[in-house]
């Protein structure tokens, strides 16, 4: 069993050897239904999907489908579609609207999900989806680009039991987006790159994690998701890395364990969180080195998780914690070491923090 303590003290395994893939019925590459309907949905387990599209003409588009609000899972499955689209100009428009179990369909063997009038299909490879949320729309093509990747089986396991995890799976790391999307009452023909992931699992988050920074990097030929977690105190406050690397469509690596992360000065919110105006992802295997340096991060989204909670229960919450999710666009720099590859680059990346305390 992989963990991330090599001396078999962890709170936190990952299954990386082959005893765990036959545990879990899975190959070492992702196969279809792993972006299927991976838990039934009841009190007490969650999943959703989630897609971005950042567009040539300036525009970004981020579409996710829950079978309900991670922060709230004791409840049955009450759906939630939300839709945000950042316009050229900087202004965002944004959606979302709850539905009940009977209006959320699920296939368990591909990727065909469906809640109102929204739906997701795919095969890892291509997806076609069409989110409409009010007044707002996306019906976008997908196609992959950088293969599907996974941590070991795509599970972390909370605890020595190994009955608690959290999945997650990425069928498209990096692909083509074209489509139309349609806000403030128009719609526009569009075309870019985009990204596809899949989370689920049997426990709450803010029940095992205590915080995370997760990230995705493109400049010119290359792309990296680097992902960072750290458990509650409960499971040690261990910390869990996670990382690939790919140039073109060939994968460099999906070797997390070999990933370490610098915090630099934080920065105050408004608020009541901080977060590091720096942060260094240093991924190390002998000679090789990869290194993505983020500074100077804008936030582009700033809100509470507690939104899911009805209003009572959530000024009860906030008397213990503030759970918050903060996004930022970063200046970033990318050093890289790797065989025959000697290359240095700078650009902007998309990264998020998850404060669940």
């Known amino acids: 069993m992989g963990s991330s303590k090599q001396d078999g003290s962890s709170q936190l395994t990952v299954g990386m050897t082959d005893e765990w893939f036959e545990k879990e019925g899975m190959r070492r590459e992702p196969e279809a239904w792993e972006d299927g309907s991976r838990v039934d949905n009841e009190p007490g387990r969650f999943e959703w999907w989630y897609f971005d599209a950042h ?15 991670h922060s709230n899972i004791q409840v049955p499955c009450t759906p939630l579609v939300q ?5 050229p100009d900087g202004k965002i428009y944004a959606n979302d609207e709850t539905f009940t179990k009977a209006d959320f369909y699920a296939e368990t063997s591909t990727c065909d999900v469906q809640v109102g009038k929204t739906w997701i299909r795919g095969d890892l490879e291509h997806y076609t989806l069409h989110f409409e949320v009010k007044d707002m729309a996306a019906d976008l093509t997908l196609e992959r680009i950088v293969p599907s990747w996974r941590p070991g089986t795509g599970k972390c396991y909370f605890g020595r039991t190994l009955q608690d995890y959290f999945g997650w799976i ?8 074209t489509g139309t ?29 205590d915080h995370w920074y997760w990230g995705r990097l493109t400049i010119a030929d290359y792309n990296s998701i680097f992902f960072q977690l750290i458990s509650t105190k409960k499971y040690g406050s261990e910390p869990l890395p996670l990382f690939m690397f790919a140039k073109g469509s060939e994968m460099l690596t999906g070797d997390g364990s070999k990933l370490a992360i610098e915090e630099g000065e934080f920065i105050k919110h408004a608020g009541g969180k901080s977060y590091p105006k720096t942060l260094a992802f240093r991924w190390q295997d002998g000679d090789r080195k990869i290194t993505i340096s983020l500074s100077n991060p804008q936030v582009i989204e700033s809100n509470s998780l507690l939104k899911g909670f009805s209003p009572l229960k959530r000024a009860i919450a906030r008397l213990l914690v503030n759970p918050y999710y903060f996004r930022f666009n970063a200046d970033t720099d990318l050093a890289i070491e790797f065989d025959d590859i000697h290359d240095n680059q700078r650009d902007k990346a998309i990264y998020e923090n998850m404060l669940l305390r």
Not at 170 to 177: A, Q
Not at 182 to 209: C, L, M, P, R
Request: overall charge negative; charged content about 10%; cysteine-free.
């Open 181 to 209: 999307i349609t806000y403030n009452g128009a719609a526009h023909e569009v075309s870019g790159v985009g990204y596809h992931d899949h989370n689920f699992g049997n426990i709450a988050i803010t029940k095992i994690i």
């Open 83 to 87: 839709l945000s689209i950042t316009a």
């Open 170 to 177: 990425v069928p498209v790391p990096y692909g083509r987006v």
């Open 55 to 69: 567009l040539d003409d300036g525009s970004i588009v981020v579409a996710m489908l829950f079978s309900k609000y």
